[in-house]
């Protein structure tokens, strides 16, 4: 695999729309090969007969069952609000409009 050239870093800044000064392009062209080169050795390794996974141990169910509990009633919820007004939490108003 041949290495990835400064005109070709050129290239993809100008399709992402990046403005990289000229000094940054003969370094990132070397990363991006190192990247690129990574990425081969990968490939080399994933042959064919290799399935994909996404875990190198399988995983197993760890959720318990849903079960219906009783919540608060509407009186114990507003026990110990700081305010309540017509059966409901009072906040501060914070929009500015007339009551």
């Known amino acids: 695999m041949s290495a990835i050239t400064r005109d070709e870093v050129a290239h993809l800044a100008r399709l992402a729309r990046l403005a990289l000064p000229e000094d940054e392009l003969d370094q990132l ?7 690129i080169s990574a990425v081969a050795k990968v490939q080399e390794v994933a042959k064919g007969d290799i399935p ?3 875990h190198a141990l399988p995983l197993t169910n760890v959720y318990r069952p849903d079960e219906v509990e009783s919540g608060l ?9 700081p305010a309540v ?15």
């Open 73 to 81: 009633t509407p009186d114990q919820a507003l026990a110990e609000a």
């Open 52 to 54: 994909p996974t996404s």
């Open 29 to 35: 062209a070397a990363q991006l090969d190192v990247i």
């Open 85 to 99: 007004e017509d059966g409901r939490f009072r906040v501060p108003q914070i929009l500015g409009e007339e009551e």
